[in-house]
């Protein structure tokens, strides 16, 4: 993600396809046997520990890939302002303890040979896999990054402000197409977020079902500044399950954030959302999809980047 932005649409294209071409799922079968073994217990581990912890290393991914590279976990340095201070990210991502534990682990059966962007990917996928969702295969081989951005990681990463449109053309500079998008956004069947980011749909909003609103407020006041880290879950109804209900919540008008109920708004994905409600499988399917087809964008490989002994700064 570091430098996406500064790409133009041409060259990222040419990028994203060369270097997913050059991602594989066998890519450590002989060079760490026991790597994707070792991610999945350890996340295993975590999630049963802590459901919480499965959505917040999905997202830890998402947040990297929009570039996957590994830099969504750099500390800030002295030669650059990284992305955990980013607006998306500040005050809000976790989960670096897990991917640092994990880290260790595989450094102690492979040398310097498993990136952190490789098991962020991994690690995404177990952590769906624990939390009741669909498997799929990942893609392996993307080497971290030497530099992180704080600013194109405000750039990239859609807020939860966003209206459909905006939606749209973000996922689309990435490549990912509008199913892509509505898929990906089940990710929110798991997960909590902040006050602060859904106190102007409780209190400004028409499209919210009335009684989820009432139920939220005694936790988020009206008032900013009171109660803006105040949790609530993105998905009520099956908060630590991964299923489809988030796509039902959206038909009731329940969805938490702006930028989940513009999905079912009376516009162009309305139908998506219908399908996905109503198919399991549906949802299943295309989010296996469009988490591979996120997990693709630019990675890099090859003899770019490093691979990182410790995930939160770059080799000395």
Not at 102 to 118: L, M, N, W
Not at 282 to 301: E, H, L, R, W
């Amino acid at each position: 993600m570091a430098s996406a932005s500064c790409l133009s649409l041409l060259v990222l294209i040419a990028m994203a396809s060369t270097a997913s071409a050059q991602l594989s799922s066998t890519f450590y079968d002989t060079s760490c046997p026991n790597a994707l073994s070792t991610i999945k217990s350890a996340v295993t581990a975590a999630v049963s520990s802590e459901a919480r912890m499965g959505a917040s290393l999905v997202r830890l991914h998402f947040h990297d890939c929009f570039g996957c590279d590994g830099s969504v976990l750099l500390a800030d340095t002295g030669s650059f302002i990284g992305e955990q201070g980013a607006a998306p990210n500040n005050g809000s991502i976790r989960g670096m303890n897990v991917i640092d534990n994990i880290k260790t682990q595989v450094e102690a059966v492979c040398k310097q040979t498993v990136s952190c962007a490789d098991i962020l990917a991994v690690a995404a996928r177990d952590s769906v896999v624990a939390l009741g969702g669909p498997t799929w295969t990942v893609l392996l081989g993307r080497r971290d990054s030497t530099t992180a951005s704080k600013t194109n990681a405000e750039t990239d990463l859609p807020p939860p402000s966003f209206d459909l449109t905006n939606l749209t053309t973000a996922f689309n500079n990435k490549q990912l197409s509008v199913t892509d998008m509505v898929a990906l956004s089940g990710a929110h069947t798991i997960g909590q977020a902040q006050c602060l980011n859904f106190r102007d749909r409780l209190y400004n909003e028409t499209n919210i079902d009335t009684t989820f609103a009432t139920s939220l407020k005694a936790n988020c006041p009206r008032p900013t500044g009171s109660g803006d880290g105040s949790l609530a879950p993105l998905d009520t109804t099956t908060p630590n399950s991964f299923d489809n209900a988030y796509y039902s919540n959206l038909l009731s008008q329940k969805g938490l954030l702006h930028s989940d109920q513009v999905l079912f708004n009376g516009g162009s994905t309305d139908n998506t959302v219908r399908n996905f409600a109503s198919s399991a499988a549906a949802f299943s399917s295309a989010f296996a999809t469009a988490m591979v087809n996120m997990g693709n964008i630019a990675p890099k490989t090859g003899t770019q980047g490093q691979i990182r002994l410790t995930c939160s700064k770059v080799n000395s």
